[in-house]
């Protein structure tokens, strides 16, 4: 999929539930990143920066009876979700509030059915075993599972895939394709293609090679559906990029290769469609987030008891 010329028909911006999703997760990031600079948040944490439009795309796409499986760089994908930016920072900070009482932290939530793991590809034959009780319990029903590029380095996607296809589950795998696992580029250490390695397992394979949430949508659309009622696995491969660090300051990359992802953010692109309504809904989520960092910060520390 490319941005062709049919997408110039459409409004420069997506609806406005959309548009602040997409710039609440880049709000919150970018205030995450701050916290840490002045040292309030302890621990890790791996921002979605630049890819915050690959889970507000599927964010319709994916129903209350899914389950979905998120990774250590999954912020935006809990929001994308549930849209509950006081809980995930106060699970971040350790505040009260917490989605998880402040024990998961960034990479460790679990919320009805979303669940994240800083392990890589620890999450893959989990989504698969899901998928099967699905299949089995309540057909029409999804796993979907979110990985990168540089997880296809664990062995366990393999035989996830393998299973998933043998046994026809009804598994959706989204890898976020940012080109660089950590510090090392996906082109020195993967031999061949993401859609070479899924279609050797009989997985169907889409390349998503826009940032424009309404065409994604309605190309990922019909994809979506014959998971759920055909039992198919489909891998989505977003040619995405990461804008920030691999975490919070351990950017390897040369200065131009950020520079390009700069030029090539779709927050640059929506700001320049519509200067005037961008900046209106740019300057409401920042506030929000400002205020929400106010209050969370605030919150006395989150206290768990394990024997209570
Ligand atoms: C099993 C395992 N090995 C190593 C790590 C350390 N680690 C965390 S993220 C990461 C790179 C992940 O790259 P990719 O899958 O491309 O996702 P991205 O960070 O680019 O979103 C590594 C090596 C880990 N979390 N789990």
């Known amino acids: 999929m490319t941005e062709s010329s049919a997408v110039l028909a459409r409004p420069p911006l997506p609806d406005d539930g959309d548009l602040d999703l997409l710039l609440l ?15 309030r948040i302890d621990g890790t944490t791996h921002t979605c920066l630049g890819q915050e439009y690959v889970p507000v795309s599927l964010r319709p796409l994916l129903g209350e009876t899914d389950y ?3 990774n250590h760089r999954g912020h935006g994908h809990y929001l994308a979700r549930f849209e509950d930016p006081a809980g995930l920072l106060a699970e971040i900070m350790g505040r009260e509030g917490a989605v998880c009482r ?3 932290g960034s990479q460790h939530i679990f919320r009805d059915r979303y669940m994240s793991t800083g392990v890589q590809g620890e999450s893959l034959p989990v989504a698969t075993g899901v998928a ?5 319990t309540s057909p029409g029903s999804l796993a979907c599972v979110y990985i990168g590029d540089g997880t296809w380095g ?11 296809s043998l046994w026809r589950l009804p598994l959706l795998v989204v890898v ?3 080109g660089i696992a950590q510090s090392t580029p996906t082109a020195r250490q993967m031999a061949g293609t993401v859609r070479g390695r899924a279609e050797a397992f009989g997985a169907r394979h889409y390349r998503v090679d826009t940032s424009d949430v309404t065409l994604i949508r309605e190309e990922l659309a019909p994809l979506v559906s014959e998971v759920r009622l055909e039992n198919r696995p489909l891998v989505v491969e977003f040619a995405t990029q990461r804008l920030g660090p691999h975490s919070k300051g351990d950017d390897t990359r040369p200065r131009e290769v ?19 309504r961008f900046a209106r809904a740019d300057e409401a989520q920042r506030a929000r987030v400002a205020a929400l ?8 520390q989150s206290r768990w008891d394990p024997c209570a």
């Open 132 to 136: 099967l009780h699905l299949k089995n």
């Open 258 to 276: 950020v520079r390009d992802a700069e030029a090539h953010d779709w927050y640059r692109r929506l700001a320049q469609a519509d200067p005037r």
């Open 154 to 164: 664990e062995g366990a996607v393999y035989e996830a895939l393998n299973i998933a």
């Open 25 to 39: 997760i880049r709000h919150f990031e970018l205030a995450l990143l701050d916290l840490f600079g002045q040292g």
């Open 68 to 70: 979905v499986f998120s």
């Open 293 to 300: 960092v106010e209050e969370v910060c605030a919150r006395p």
């Open 176 to 178: 976020e394709h940012n």
């Open 102 to 104: 402040g024990v998961g």
